[in-house]
């Protein structure tokens, strides 16, 4: 598990919004990699994208669950995608909308050949949730590369940080033999952001290194 550390982080150049798309196949040319991040409606997801991108308005925040209905994608330092997904669970929207929110996620994760890797958001704040493991429990079952990202730590004391990421990790090994990454994030202080564009810049080079290519 990723905490707060000091790291060699990726320099951020250029992070400039791409399109927004109702459909996964309006995404993006899958040619470079892509990372996504997801969650419930009201997981910080945007507040996280902004600080880890150092702009403040990059990812569009909002007091409204929901905001994000579309598939919105940034391109990163010209080489990588980082992708913003709706958020599922919760939202002030109609049943039906909320299953097309649904389909759309799920074609989008299922189909992404380029999508290298899943960063499942959640809040530090609570025990584990259903809504959560549930989403959790699909991503192993489909074989969906993800992590998981624990966000609003600075909303609590850091022993009780702690002992709800346990809560996690305990509840996960009762059906998953290993973890996932884990990284716990504070938007707010900007902490945990720097890891994950660690290891995105690890994982970038990787690929780069043994040749990947995302074509069909």
């Given at each position: 598990?990723?905490?707060?550390?000091?790291?060699?982080?990726?320099?951020?150049?250029?992070?400039?919004?791409?399109?927004?798309?109702?459909?996964?196949?309006?995404?993006?040319?899958?040619?470079?990699?892509?990372?996504?991040?997801?969650?419930?409606?009201?997981?910080?997801?945007?507040?996280?994208?902004?600080?880890?991108?150092?702009?403040?308005?990059?990812?569009?925040?909002?007091?409204?669950?929901?905001?994000?209905?579309?598939?919105?994608?940034?391109?990163?330092?010209?080489?990588?995608?980082?992708?913003?997904?709706?958020?599922?669970?919760?939202?002030?929207?109609?049943?039906?909308?909320?299953?097309?929110?649904?389909?759309?996620?799920?074609?989008?994760?299922?189909?992404?050949?380029?999508?290298?890797?899943?960063?499942?958001?959640?809040?530090?704040?609570?025990?584990?949730?259903?809504i959560d493991m549930e989403f959790i429990q699909w991503c192993g079952e489909s074989g969906?590369?993800?992590?998981?990202?624990?966000?609003?730590?600075?909303?609590?004391?850091?022993?009780?940080?702690?002992?709800?990421?346990?809560?996690?990790?305990?509840?996960?090994?009762?059906?998953?033999?290993?973890?996932?990454?884990?990284?716990?994030t504070s938007a707010e202080k900007k902490e945990g952001g720097d890891e994950i564009l660690?290891?995105?810049?690890?994982?970038?080079?990787?690929?780069?290194?043994?040749?990947?290519?995302?074509?069909?």
């Amino acid at each position: 598990m990723v905490y707060f550390s000091k790291i060699l982080k990726m320099v951020i150049k250029t992070a400039d919004f791409v399109k927004s798309s109702g459909k996964w196949q309006d995404c993006p040319e899958p040619k470079i990699p892509e990372y996504a991040f997801i969650g419930r409606s009201n997981v910080g997801k945007s507040s996280l994208i902004n600080a880890m991108m150092n702009k403040k308005d990059l990812a569009k925040t909002s007091q409204t669950p929901g905001k994000t209905q579309l598939i919105n994608h940034f391109l990163v330092n010209d080489t990588w995608y980082l992708t913003d997904l709706p958020g599922y669970g919760y939202a002030k929207v109609s049943k039906s909308l909320r299953k097309d929110f649904e389909k759309l996620i799920t074609n989008y994760i299922l189909n992404r050949r380029n999508l290298v890797n899943l960063f499942v958001l959640v809040d530090s704040r609570h025990s584990p949730q259903k809504i959560d493991m549930e989403f959790i429990q699909w991503c192993g079952e489909s074989g969906v590369p993800f992590s998981i990202v624990f966000t609003k730590a600075d909303k609590l004391k850091p022993n009780m940080v702690i002992k709800n990421v346990e809560d996690y990790k305990n509840e996960l090994l009762k059906t998953w033999e290993d973890l996932p990454e884990l990284y716990v994030t504070s938007a707010e202080k900007k902490e945990g952001g720097d890891e994950i564009l660690n290891f995105i810049q690890k994982t970038n080079e990787f690929l780069t290194n043994n040749n990947v290519s995302f074509d069909e």
